[in-house]
């Protein structure tokens, strides 16, 4: 699709609202999965087990996801998750024991990589270069607000008819999403297919270097956003805040970050990728280093703004990153690789505080994880003009790329 032909609003109903809503069916999965699980008996750690499937399963599919999607298309592919995801919250619904809900956590991080695969895959063909900042931004503010709005709208149908009905307001989300997608006109989802039939491995070879630099980068971006959602709760905890207090911080810092994640696009968009990824690493890894200073509620209050500031400064960064280092002819393939280095930095972040945490202690935990952050701006300042340099010409002039 060229730039005068390329419309955001073009997107609404076939990406992002179907985007918003399979983000708040997991929003509203995400806080009962755990509950179920002590609610069948099991203790606190076999518990954690089930949350930790989904997000370990999540970055397994990218492989699999990858090969079906390259069988049978990116809005196929999309509205097979959203299926998939019905079924297995209606399966965690039906409260069936432990083990089912194991499968539902499995079968939903399935259904979430398919759909964040070929929604990758998709954006990175028909958003023209010039509009991806704003775009993939709009996408971020998407994913922001289906975790603020799912856990309210699972909470409110527990509230009104029951614990396991937080599991029905997933399956009806996904759904939603579905139907979202099968009402957009099918012209604004056409796309050339790939040509790798699902050759992760072979693609990941080929593109090895960007996915060395760029790919680690952009993995870590992902591990410190996890890390400020899991290492400031047991701060606080620390520092004795009350639960209560807490969540009243998350909550509003939170806003800001999803009120200002639009500021990610502009700033690509004026002045390039490298003054939204670079400031992110650079705030976050400052933050965490200095975590110790931190010894009463006003100073927390500071560090939670300032994270969340500098999460909403990245906002779409890393789906922008895919996009543009993406081999045309390839792309489902190297997203798929790409995707698994992003999914690894969120599933291995909660596993790096864990340890860190029972051998050196949260103060020390959080600064090594902040000297992590600084490894990756290093990584998008030395590589990005290399591998992704931003935009300067129109389409009609830029040369082809090279498979």
Request: aromatic share 10%.
């Amino acid at each position: 699709m060229t730039s005068g032909e390329f419309r955001k609003r073009q997107l609404v109903t076939s990406i992002y609202l179907p985007s918003l809503l399979i983000t708040a069916a997991e929003g509203a999965l995400l806080p009962i999965l755990p509950v179920s699980a002590v609610v069948f008996g099991f203790s606190l750690a076999e518990a954690s087990i089930v949350t930790t499937v989904l997000m370990v399963s999540t970055m397994v599919f990218e492989v699999p996801a990858s090969w079906l999607n390259s069988k049978i298309g990116e809005r196929q592919a999309m509205i097979t998750s959203t299926v998939l995801g019905f079924a297995m919250t209606l399966l965690a619904f039906f409260h069936l024991g432990y083990p089912a809900l194991v499968l539902s956590a499995l079968g939903f991080g399935a259904a979430h990589s398919l759909f964040g695969l070929a929604r990758h895959s998709l954006l990175a063909e028909i958003v023209p270069e010039q509009h991806r900042p704003k775009s993939m931004s709009l996408l971020g503010g998407m994913f922001r607000g289906g975790l603020a709005i799912g856990p309210v709208l699972g909470s409110a149908f527990i509230v009104l008819y029951g614990f396991e009905f937080g599991y029905l307001a997933a399956a009806i989300l996904c759904l939603a999403s579905g139907a979202s997608i099968m009402l957009a006109p099918k012209g604004r989802l056409k796309v050339t297919p790939s040509g790798q039939n699902g050759n992760v491995w072979k693609v990941a070879r080929r593109e090895a270097p960007k996915l060395a630099t760029l790919g680690v980068a952009s993995a870590i971006i992902s591990a410190g956003r996890t890390i400020r959602l899991i290492g400031l709760p047991l701060l606080a905890i620390q520092l004795g805040i009350p639960p209560g207090e807490t969540s009243f911080i998350f909550g509003l810092t939170g806003f800001i970050d999803f009120a200002l994640f639009y500021l990610s696009g502009i700033i690509m968009d004026r002045y390039g990728k490298f003054w939204s990824s670079v400031p992110t690493l650079l705030a976050l890894g400052t933050t965490y280093l200095f975590s110790f200073l931190v010894t009463d509620v006003f100073t927390f209050w500071i560090l939670a703004a300032v994270t969340a500031l500098a999460n909403a400064l990245s906002a779409g960064i890393n789906m922008i990153l895919g996009a543009d280092l993406a081999p045309p002819g390839s792309r489902s393939e190297f997203l798929a690789a790409f995707r698994m280095l992003t999914s690894g930095g969120v599933a291995l972040a909660p596993a790096m505080i864990t340890v860190l945490t029972a051998s050196v202690g949260l103060a020390s935990a959080l600064a090594a994880t902040g000297l992590l952050n600084f490894v990756g701006a290093f990584l998008f300042w030395k590589y990005l003009p290399i591998y992704a340099p931003d935009y300067k010409a129109p389409d009609s002039e830029k040369p082809a790329l090279e498979d």
